[in-house]
Structures are given as C-alpha cells and as structure tokens.
C-alpha cells in the first residue's frame, strides 16, 4: 500500500473488483433477460423493484465504506489488534441491518407495490410481491458477502473477493434458466425462480467471503468469544459510511419517484427505465470496483501522510473510470436498438428505448468524474461533500426536472433529467474538490 508504484497497486487492487463487479454485471443483464422471456409485465415488475433493492443494498455497500476505510485506517497506522476489533464490530452491524431488511421484508412488499400499480395491472402486482419478498426476508447471503469482501478489500485481498462474487454470480446466472424454466427436473417457478437463485448465489457467495477471511486474511483475526458491541467503533463505521447509505437511499428514492412518473405516462417506458440501469451498470460497476480499490490506497497513504500517492491513484483512477464510461456511451449512442433486444423488446420498447438511452447517454461523459471524486472525498473523510453532491443531484434536480419534462414533453423530454442532473453534479464536486484540497490535501507534508 505505502510503496508499490501507484499504477500497478491500483491495478492489483482493483482489478480483481472490476471483474468481478463486470460478471456482477453480466449477472444484472442475463437475470432480466430471463425474466423478461416470461413477459414485460414480469420485466415492468422487476424494474419497480429496483428501489427497495437499491435501499437494501445502500445499507450493506455504505456500511462497507466506513468499515473498508476504517480497517485500511487502522492497518495504515500498523494497529492490527484495533483492525480485527473494527472487523467484528463489522459483522455485528451486518448481522443488525439484516434483521431490519427481512423485517420490513415481510410487512411492506404488498402496500409498496400497491402504491405503485392501479387498476389492470394486477399481473406487475403479483410478480412484484413474488419476487421483492423472496430478495428481502432472505438477504442474509447478501449482507454478509459484502461484509466480508470488504474486509478482504481493506486488507488488500481483492483477489479473493472477485472469486466470492464471481462464484455468486455464475450460480446465479446458472440457476436462473433452471428455476425459472424448470430444467433439469427442477419445477418451474417464473418469477419466483429468479429470486430464489438470487439468494442462493449470495449465500454461497457469502460462504466463500468467509472461508477466504479465516484461511488467507492473516491480519485480521476474529476472536468472538466475549465480543460486545464497540460504540465509538460502530459510531466511526457509520460517521464515515452514513453519507454513503444516504446518497444511495436517496437513489432509491429517485428510482421510486422516477417509477411513478413513468408509470402515469407508460408501463412500457418503467420497464425501459429499468432496462436501463441494467445496461449502464455493465459500464458503471467496473467504475465502482476501481473506486473500492482506490479507497483503501487513498485511506491508507492518508494515514500514512503520502500526499503525492494520493493524488497518483487519485490521477490513474479519473483515466480508467473515463475509459468505461465513454464506452457507455458510444454503446448508447450507436446501438440503443441492439441494447435493448436482448431484452426481448417489443417494437414499442424499442421505439421508447432508443430515444432514451441515446438522450440518457450523454450523461456518462460527466458522471465519472463526480464518481471517482465522491470516492476520494470519503477516502479522506470528507464523505458528506459526496451525500451533498448526490442529494442534490437526485432530488433538488433530477426528479422535479423529470417531472417538469414530463408535463411538458411527456415521455420524450423525461429522460433529459439525466445529463441535466449530472452537469450540476459537476460543477458542485468541483467546488468541494476545491475545498478538499485546500483544507486536507494542501495541509500534507
């Protein structure tokens, strides 16, 4: 961390995220594409979804910032019995956040899509509950693999955890056809067979997570005979992680928002919204795999006072996220058609999507910078300029101008909300950038 050349190590650590977030990916793609060979009201009910999901996975992903960032801090600082107490602190909040999950999981499902659909659209209710109830009450596979790569992460292991979500993933995209089909002798359960595989996959991935931790992670050790709960611990986990669970709530809050917008003007038009973050997540999820490596680089080296490593990796990191995003965009921009049949569009679909996803991928030649820049201010604990910058984006902005475009373009003009939203988000990461410098990075020896 402190004295491998900054190119290499950031490849070292992030390259095995980036592939693994890629087949993450792949996995995200191939799931809707099965499910919507079962019909587009199956895919509509999926895409709606896409918001409690995105809650559930705001929690363990943000809890994993401050947990990465503390446990890169502590290692940093060469204070390895102080690391291994962050790492169970760890577990016991996953453990927490998981019970809460199912919780809600069993009780808000059925009003939550009730919400959301209307009259003669009683199909997209019913594949919703079937399948938003089986991801919820069994996510305890999903807390805790994320729990544990992060840990692998902050001690530099990211190897092992591109082969815990490579794992996940493969099962998953395996036993899709599978459970949703009924090959092999299994019965067929549609919808209900894509989450099912979904939660297995997470589940075995979770097992792999741990069993790497205790056989390869030789600087943490889990000792949690008499292990009580650290307060000034879990407060620190979540001072640096919160902005990061609340940037990414308030996605699912956007999506939520965006969903009903849509829903007023077309089902077909949600199902291509929903199409739509599949597809970008092919480009972006490589991005955040490179942030999750950089942010321990950065951690550490600031732990370490080693300004010009910081900024290094922080230079590397901007050019490689630039590179995937602007094959986002040429992809949107030159084949929206293509793009959107592997999602058995129909010609309407099509007609919808092609216009949107040519509009919407304007945006990619902004957002990597205000990604990448997010993750170094909460790699230097200044996270809440990130939550600010997100806030601000998707819900002083992009929701109220997608509601606006709507009343005046209809579903058209909706989808300008995006490069509109990203371009405010460049200009106020830059005046944090400003301010980061000024305020941490110019105050390094």
Wanted: charged share 10%.
């Amino acid at each position: 961390m402190g004295v491998m050349p900054e190119g290499k190590l950031l490849i070292n650590m992030s390259l095995p995220i980036m592939i693994s977030m890629f087949v993450q990916a792949l996995y995200n793609i191939v799931d809707s594409i099965f499910v919507a060979r079962i019909s587009e009201d199956a895919l509509t009910a999926v895409s709606l979804a896409f918001s409690l999901q995105t809650l559930m996975i705001a929690v363990a992903t943000g809890t994993g910032v401050g947990l990465n960032a503390l446990v890169s801090r502590a290692l940093g600082e060469k204070d390895y019995k102080k690391a291994s107490i962050v790492a169970e602190n760890g577990v016991f909040i996953y453990i927490i956040s998981y019970i809460v999950v199912a919780i809600l999981g069993a009780v808000v499902v059925k009003p939550f899509y009730t919400l959301q659909t209307s009259a003669g659209q009683e199909a997209i209710w019913q594949y919703g509950v079937d399948y938003l109830s089986i991801v919820m009450i069994f996510s305890f596979g999903m807390f805790m693999q994320i729990c544990f790569e992060r840990i692998l992460q902050a001690t530099g292991r990211s190897f092992y955890t591109m082969l815990s979500q490579m794992t996940g993933a493969v099962v998953n995209i395996i036993l899709d056809p599978i459970l949703i089909f009924g090959l092999l002798g299994a019965p067929a359960m549609g919808i209900k067979g894509a989450a099912i595989a979904t939660v297995i996959g997470q589940i075995v991935a979770s097992i792999e997570a741990l069993t790497w931790n205790l056989l390869k992670n030789h600087d943490i050790h889990f000792d949690l005979k008499g292990f009580k709960p650290n307060g000034a611990i879990i407060g620190n986990i979540y001072k640096i992680g919160l902005p990061s669970i609340v940037m990414q709530s308030i996605g699912s809050v956007m999506t939520a928002g965006m969903n009903y917008i849509l829903m007023g003007l077309s089902s077909t038009g949600t199902a291509v919204f929903g199409v739509y973050f599949k597809l970008q997540s092919f480009f972006f999820m490589p991005i955040f795999g490179l942030n999750n490596g950089m942010i321990p680089i950065i951690s550490y080296n600031y732990g370490a006072r080693k300004k010009s490593r910081m900024m290094n990796t922080l230079k590397y990191a901007y050019m490689v996220a630039f590179a995937f995003a602007f094959l986002g965009f040429v992809g949107f921009e030159l084949i929206p058609d293509k793009l959107l049949l592997l999602f058995d569009a129909s010609n309407e679909m099509i007609a919808i999507g092609s216009v949107a996803l040519r509009i919407i991928g304007v945006h990619y030649l902004i957002a990597w910078y205000c990604i990448v820049s997010g993750s170094m201010f909460q790699a230097v604990g200044k996270a809440a300029y990130s939550m600010y910058v997100s806030i601000a984006r998707q819900m002083v902005v992009l929701l109220p101008a997608a509601y606006i475009l709507a009343k005046l373009g209809g579903l058209t003009a909706i989808w300008w909300c995006f490069p509109i939203a990203e371009l405010m988000s460049m200009v106020m990461t830059t005046i944090f950038f400003g301010r980061v410098k000024k305020t941490v990075l110019d105050k390094i020896d």
